[in-house]
Structures are given as structure tokens and as C-alpha cells.
């Protein structure tokens, strides 16, 4: 049997694909009531309900941006022989990059080497700029999985980051997007199969959550829906033809992709 995606999170906001129509739900962990518009932009519960099992997850949201960080595990720096660093390192995954729950992962034919990486998400819940670190639970909707899945021998030859980390389908996240989640403490792991790859907590982070927020609000506006991918932990490693890879973080749930090269 196929690895499947799977929905941790108590109460969580999903996109879904219904009898042909697409809109965003909210999970209570039995059912998936319809929102009446969009999360991000104050769409609430209407009175039409599906069950889960008769969906197929999307994406749980369609950012404009993807904005993630490199060397955020203290234990990851430590396995990549890098010095901590004294500020988040930026890099930016295009919105063509996300794909959803289930979806296939498409290696490259420029890349013999692609690799996964398990990641908290961030999904910010409105217009986001200039916030102090005090005030940016308040930017946020919730908490999702993400695979910054990366060209890694293609990161190496460039030195930046655009191409190896760009790729169409480079950047599954889902399955939901968690609420009232707290973020400090959570683990987050890769499987491989069913071979466990990576597993930290996010209390390893070098920078927080909320830290992490207000310092790219400075940057740049986040919009609502744009998502923030924090940081990896030590033991990211290569994928082949036919592998499954899952990422699960603690309170959200599984995100599960298979990974093909097409002839």
C-alpha cells in the first residue's frame, strides 16, 4: 500500500478537491466543514460538511512566496561544519515550486543528486511588515509540514540557491495548515520509506519562530497565505526513483510525497 498523508492536527484549515470544485474547509478531526470563502481573507464556517475521506488534499495554501532559511538547526550547522550564524540566511522557493499532499516530487534531469529536508512551515494569516517579535503570533494563521526538497549537487556548483532549491514540485507542503498550535517545542522528522531520516525538535531552533517572522518582515511584506519555511535538522540525505518520502511534525500531521524521474 502506498504511503498516504495524514491529518494530525485537532483543528486545522485544509484545501480540497470535491466533485470538481475546490475551496478550503475546516477540520475537526472527523469532518471538513466549508469555509465560506478564503481563510485569508476572513472566510468563516458555512453549513456544508464532507467527510475527509471523500476529498483529495491540495496545497493548503498558494503562497506568493516561499521564504526559507538556511542553517537554523543548531545540530544541522554543526553537521554541515558551519558556524552558527549571527543573523537567519534568507532564500526564496518560487510559488510554481509548491506542490500538495501525495503529489509526485520530480527529479531533475540536471541534478543526480536531490535530496529532502524536513521543515516546520509558518503560513501567515495577514498583510505582514515591520512586526516586532512580540507581536508576530499575531501574523500568523498556523503551522504546517514542509519538504524543501533541494538539487544538492546543483547547490554546491551555483553556491546560491535559486536553482537547486526552485524546481517545479521542489517544495511539497500540507497536509493542513495546524491551528492554535505552539510552535517552540515540536518534533519534526523525515522517514524514507519507512526508514527514519531525521528527527529534532524545534526548541534546536538558532532562531524562532517569532524571530524569524519579524526579521523577514523587515525585508519584505508577507502576504496572507505566503508561508515561511524555518529550518532543517541534522540528517538530510539523498532521494531515488520510487522512494516515498514523508515529513511529519509533531501536532500537524504527515505530509507524504512519492518521488519519480521521469524517462
Known amino acids: 500500500m502506498p504511503v498516504k498523508s495524514i491529518i494530525k492536527a485537532k483543528k486545522a484549515i485544509v484545501r480540497f478537491s470535491h466533485q470538481g470544485r475546490v475551496g478550503y474547509g475546516l477540520y475537526n478531526g472527523k469532518t471538513i466543514t466549508r469555509l465560506q470563502g478564503s481563510p485569508f481573507s476572513g472566510g468563516k464556517p458555512g453549513k456544508s460538511t464532507v467527510a475527509l475521506s471523500k ?39 518560487p510559488s510554481t515550486s509548491v506542490i500538495g499532499p501525495d503529489e509526485p516530487i520530480i527529479m531533475p534531469p540536471q541534478s543526480n543528486r536531490v535530496d529532502y529536508e524536513a521543515e516546520l512551515a509558518v503560513v501567515i494569516g495577514r498583510a505582514c511588515r515591520q512586526v516586532d517579535a512580540s507581536q508576530a503570533g499575531d501574523y500568523i494563521l498556523g503551522y504546517c509540514c514542509l519538504n524543501d526538497v533541494t538539487a544538492r549537487d546543483l547547490q554546491a556548483k551555483d553556491v546560491q540557491f535559486t536553482r537547486a532549491k526552485g524546481f517545479d514540485t521542489f517544495c511539497p507542503i500540507g497536509p ?88
Open 176 to 263: 493542513a495548515i495546524a491551528l492554535d498550535l505552539n510552535p517552540d517545542n515540536l518534533m519534526v522528522s523525515s522517514k524514507v520509506g519507512a526508514k527514519l531520516r531525521q528527527k529534532s525538535r524545534t526548541n534546536d531552533l538558532i532562531f524562532s519562530v517569532a524571530e524569524l517572522v519579524s526579521f523577514i518582515s523587515q525585508v519584505m511584506t508577507l502576504r496572507p497565505g505566503d508561508v515561511i519555511a524555518t529550518g532543517t535538522p541534522a540528517g538530510v540525505g539523498p532521494l531515488a526513483p520510487g522512494d516515498t518520502v514523508s515529513i511529519e511534525v509533531q501536532g500537524v500531521g504527515v505530509l507524504s510525497n512519492p518521488v519519480v524521474r521521469p524517462a
Open 55 to 93: 476529498v483529495r488534499l491540495l496545497a493548503p495554501c498558494r503562497p506568493s512566496k516561499v521564504v526559507a532559511v538556511g542553517l537554523n538547526y543548531k545540530a544541522h550547522a554543526k553537521e554541515m561544519k558551519k558556524a552558527l550564524p549571527d543573523e537567519p540566511m534568507l532564500f526564496i522557493k
